[in-house]
């Protein structure tokens, strides 16, 4: 139904699996080839002369626009206070202080808390969260969409429901259940929460349902496998795009994470980023004194730093991921 | 010719009933057991918080006698308030102009890398992408220094133009401010769902309707666009939710530019203070469960909109 | 002047893939023209080039005397069914069919006639208000037509358009197809992997292999002179049986050497394969010219004299050649002979019958060579023969035959052979002896 049954037939189509070896980017270029064969041919579409142009362009200046932020900061991430309100925003400055407010990371900056802790913490939080939320949420994808039993619909519904609820209903009332146990300033009092995603659970059901089939699981039970075996040994292997996307998105869900630690977190040593720069944000401009700007201008560069580099990294099993997700409505 | 009776055109997932063989029930059993560690978390950290609200909405803490039951009392003194309902109001319009924009520009460039009219797509995909990768709270602390209005760059950039002295941040621009920061961060995400589910449509419909000698505005409306509704209407969906809970980009920009942003600006942000600042837990739960119940009227009423209107804008 | 023209039509793809490469093809004014072949061929690749849905490497597509080449599908007055109807999901049967005359802006009177006419013919009127994922498979494949032909095109391409729908179904819509193609009167160009549906179907049949074009004929002479070795075990079903031989003369008679069988050939037979002569020469014979004598009782020879009714039916003795092992004696009475009418006869073990109730398809076994036939088209119709779970050697041929043949696994048959009805190829390039 979609291009793959257009997709050109291989050369010898009896010899089973006769390609020559190839690289990795060899191998990409190829399949960027077959993605534009694979797509219809752009004239075709009786485009006006320029359109391409004009289309172009406005991608460029989108662009420029979601660039200027990121833009600034690396510029100004090398500027000393004055500076950064004095000079030119989107251009360096002497003097050239990048390192130096780099390393101004490392300490506690007037008793406000230290950058670098902040970062572990945050750290710490995604990885364990990230990590736990993507494997409950296979684990009940899986449950959802290959098994049924009474009552799975009405739960997946009362899960997927739970998007509606403010987050105040819920993080509010929670940090008054933690305080009778004993869970404020417990980094545990952020992993847990965390490891609820119902975005999750949906977008793993989605994909299980698309790629693992059920003949095969039915083959395996009836070759006497237990559940668990079925799942880590034939179901687990064909989830992995599917997985990456959603600990991709869990990932940056807990990173990104703002509300949930500034309810729960009042000792500053368990701060993650958020909470931190926006504390730094606050204190810079109630006390303007204090040399806080270049800080949190470096800090939100090393802040954000990593998860692009994240992002590249898992960029190919980002999009089939998605597509799966989104149409399964 | 008598037609045979219509096939359904794909497996039905959820029809077969299980017979209740005890092969079949402990095959259940174990679908419940996959699902339980999350369906405990979910209970802890969600259901059993979300109970507590509601529970502590009906009470009332008062400095001279504790906290006492005081029944719907909390909600009442929320429905006729108006500092509550600015807020929502402040939201709905933020909503209300935000999202169809950013989802027009979302679509626009989908199908833009669609079709493939656009050169270079992957790279400014992934361009686009990258706000995504972007904590709101940083965010907001980048933008506020580009807007801030003694020595953001975009005032400058304003003058260039020939606006002199304009402040972005100001009681009149906060709201078009903020706006544009939101569509920063979520257009990337937006027309990468959208991406996906355009390429999802099959080929030959499409070169079907270019052998029809289609036109490309209406292949993208008439064609493409309504096999992609689910996605839209998710995307709504999503986005309704959000744009209502508005909280981490006023906060932050109030720190440069203070008094503008209100205790009650947003809903969120009234619940925050009223419970975190003031302390009125029960009536600050009782504002969550009145803004929960916006929010799905909210975007259950947009759901039906758009189902009845068939068509998007 | 040819509707359609094909000349030299080649296409590469980016990765390097060589789909089609030079075809030549012309269709006249109404015709019913079928492009057939194995997965993977170019017939569907052509086919698309036609319409203008991809890009040409090289050659032309004319239409009548103007090359397209450089013209939009939009623009070239084409119609098409797909294989999977690519219908407007989220339209009308109604609003499907009549999507082209909109584009067209044609007034909603006159519209609103040519779909119900459309739909007339397809048999579609009570079905104008559903939406295709109410429809079955077959009601779909009807809706795709509609909309094809309620365009009144110059040219109707088909592409697989009967593959989705389940066997009995499809062998009622090909007589669909052709009344509707008859009463549009456009020239058409159908693709299919059925060979069936290429001879039933097709005024000519192109047969396509691996980008190239086999042979393009009408489908009778592609049964009786298939070009090369492909297009004979492509068409017909079992395929054409082939066997390594040699050519050489018994004396003077010049005869073909099966194993350790021989064969006298017809002096126009002869004729044809004289140049080669002593030579060693792919034979092939089909499964249908293959017959077993009547006869009445069984005897030594098991051979009936002189009636020359060779089609078995009643009790028949399978056995009895002369000789006790099914090898004739080597000499000059050469292969068993299976009537004084002189039809040669080829001895073979019988290891499988299988029993279609109209028909019965024996697999034997001779002591002849099978060529490689071509990859594809003979492979499946050998297969179930070869994996067979048959003790001793595989099977390798087939015979159809009279259900009251009478034959059975394990015995010995004797098969009557019209040597005028053998085929020669040429054992390296494939090719048709044609003399």
């Known amino acids: ?329 | 010719m008598s037609a045979p009776a219509p096939t359904r055109p794909a497996r039905d997932e959820s029809r077969s009933r299980p017979r209740h063989s005890a092969w079949v029930r402990r095959r259940d059993r174990a679908g419940l057991a996959f699902v339980s560690p999350f369906l405990v978390a979910f209970g802890l950290f969600m259901i059993v918080p979300l109970g507590y609200a509601i529970y502590d909405s009906l009470f009332t803490s008062r400095i001279i006698g504790g906290t006492v039951f005081s029944g719907l009392s909390n909600y009442t003194q929320i429905l006729t308030s108006g500092m509550f309902w600015s807020g929502v109001i402040r939201v709905v319009i933020f909503g209300a102009i935000q999202i169809p924009v950013m989802l027009i520009i979302a679509f626009f460039f989908a199908t833009a890398f669609d079709l493939g009219v656009a050169k270079f797509g992957r790279a400014f995909r992934t361009i686009f992408f990258i706000p995504f990768a972007v904590p709101v709270v940083v965010s907001a602390l980048m933008w506020g220094f580009l807007f801030e209005p003694s020595y953001g760059p975009f005032v400058h950039l304003a003058s260039v133009f020939g606006f002199h002295n304009v402040d972005f941040l100001s009681n009149t621009l906060m709201l078009p401010s903020i706006i544009v920061i939101v569509i920063w961060e979520w257009t990337g995400y937006n027309m990468m769902i959208l991406y996906t589910a355009l390429k999802s449509v099959p080929r030959e419909v499409v070169e079907a309707a270019i052998l029809d000698d289609t036109p490309l505005w209406k292949i993208i409306v008439k064609v493409k666009l309504p096999l992609v509704r689910p996605a839209i209407v998710l995307l709504i969906f999503l986005n309704t939710i959000g744009a209502l809970q508005l909280f981490v980009e006023p906060l932050i920009l109030n720190n440069y530019s203070a008094g503008v942003i209100t205790l009650n600006w947003t809903p969120v942000l009234y619940i925050y203070n009223t419970s975190i600042n003031d302390a009125q837990y029960n009536l600050g739960a009782a504002m969550a469960v009145v803004l929960g119940l916006v929010i799905v009227a909210i975007s259950f009423t947009s759901l039906l909109f758009r189902r009845s209107k068939g068509e998007f804008s | 002047m040819a509707a359609i023209s094909l000349r030299g039509l080649t296409k590469v793809y980016a990765t390097g893939v060589r789909a089609l490469d030079g075809l030549d093809l012309e269709v006249f004014d109404g015709e019913f023209v079928v492009l057939v072949g194995p997965s993977g061929c170019g017939k569907t690749t052509a086919l698309r080039m036609v319409a203008g849905l991809e890009r040409i490497t090289s050659g032309t597509v004319s239409f009548g005397d103007r090359v397209v080449n450089e013209v939009s599908p939009r623009h070239r007055d084409v119609a098409m069914v797909f294989q999977n109807y690519a219908l407007y999901p989220h339209l009308s049967v109604y609003q499907n069919i009549g999507f082209a005359l909109e584009n067209k802006k044609v007034e909603k009177a006159e519209r609103d006639q040519r779909i119900r006419i459309a739909a007339a013919t397809l048999g579609l009127g009570d079905l104008l208000g559903r939406k295709p994922a109410q429809l079955s498979g077959g009601q779909r494949q009807r809706v795709a037509m509609g909309r094809a032909i309620v365009r009144s095109p110059a040219v109707f391409l088909m592409d697989e358009p009967l593959s989705n729908l389940d066997a009995k179904l499809r062998v009622q819509m090909r007589s669909e197809v052709l009344r509707v193609h008859k009463s549009i009167g456009a020239a058409t160009l159908y693709v299919t992997h059925d060979q069936i549906e290429a001879m039933t179907m097709g005024d000519r049949v192109a047969v396509l292999q691996g980008g190239v074009l086999q042979q393009y004929d009408t489908p009778r002479a592609l049964y009786d002179r298939p070009a090369n070795v492909f297009v004979a075990t492509f068409i017909g079903s079992p395929a054409m049986n082939l066997y390594e031989a040699g050519l050489s003369t018994d004396g003077t008679a010049p005869t073909v050497a099966l194993g350790s069988q021989r064969l006298p050939l017809p002096p126009q037979v002869a004729a044809r394969v004289a140049a080669y002569q002593g030579r060693k020469v792919i034979v092939g014979v089909r499964p249908e010219d293959l017959a077993v004598p009547v006869s009445g009782v069984s005897g030594g020879s098991g051979v009936p004299g002189g009636s020359g009714a060779v089609s078995g039916s009643g009790a028949v003795s399978a056995s009895g050649v002369s000789g006790a092992s099914g090898v004739s004696q080597a000499g000059a009475s050469g292969g068993a002979q299976a009537g004084a009418s002189g039809t040669p006869g080829l001895v073979a073990d019988v290891r499988l019958v299988e029993v279609l109730g109209s028909e019965q398809h024996v697999y034997f076994w001779l002591d002849a060579t099978p060529a490689a036939s071509a990859p594809g088209a003979a492979a499946a119709a050998g297969e179930s023969a070869q994996e067979g779970i048959l003790a001793g050697s595989a099977p390798n041929g087939v015979a159809r035959l009279d259900p009251g043949s009478g034959v059975r696994p394990g015995r010995r048959v004797t098969f009557a052979v019209n040597p005028a009805r053998l085929y020669f190829f040429d054992p390296d390039t494939g090719r048709a002896i044609s003399g």
Not at chain 1, 123 to 142: H, I, M, W
Not at chain 1, 228 to 253: E, N
Request: with cysteine.
């Open chain 1, 1 to 329: 139904m979609t291009a793959s049954t257009l997709v050109p037939p291989d050369a010898a189509p009896d010899s089973a699996g006769a390609r020559p070896a190839e690289s990795r980017r060899q191998r990409r270029k190829r399949e960027q080839l077959e993605e534009r064969d694979a797509a219809i041919p752009v004239e075709l579409y009786g485009l006006k002369r320029g359109t391409v142009t004009v289309l172009t362009t406005c991608c460029v200046l989108f662009a420029i626009f979601t660039l200027v932020p990121i833009a600034w900061i690396i510029f100004n991430s090398t500027k000393t206070q004055a500076n950064i309100f004095g000079t030119f925003g989107f251009w360096f400055a002497r003097p050239f202080e990048f390192f130096h407010n780099f390393r101004m990371l490392f300490e506690n900056v007037d008793d406000d808390g230290t950058y670098i802790n902040w970062f572990g913490n945050t750290a710490l939080y995604a990885v364990l969260g990230g990590v736990g939320a993507t494997a409950l949420s296979a684990f009940a994808g899986y449950g959802f969409a290959r098994f049924e039993f009474r009552g799975s619909k009405v739960l997946f519904y009362i899960i997927i429901g739970s998007l509606l609820v403010p987050i105040g209903a819920i993080t509010l009332p929670l940090y008054l259940v933690y305080s009778k146990a004993h869970l404020i300033n417990s980094i545990w009092g952020m992993i847990l929460p965390s490891l609820v995603a119902p975005v999750g659970v949906y977008l793993m059901r989605t994909y299980i349902r698309l790629s693992v089939p059920r003949e095969l699981v039915d083959a395996a039970r009836i070759d006497g496998a237990s559940e668990i075996r079925i799942f880590f040994r034939v179901a687990l292997p064909l989830m992995v795009p599917g997985l990456m996307t959603v600990l991709l998105l869990s990932v940056v869900g807990v990173w990104n994470n703002y509300f949930l630690p500034l309810i729960i977190f009042s000792n500053n040593n368990l701060f993650p980023l958020t909470v931190g720069m926006g504390l730094w944000s606050q204190h810079a401009t109630t006390s303007g004194d204090q040399n806080l700007y270049p800080l949190i201008v470096m800090g939100g560069l090393v802040t954000i730093a990593p998860l692009i580099i994240l992002f590249l990294i898992l960029q190919r099993y980002w999009r089939g991921g998605l597509l799966l997700g989104s149409i399964a409505n």
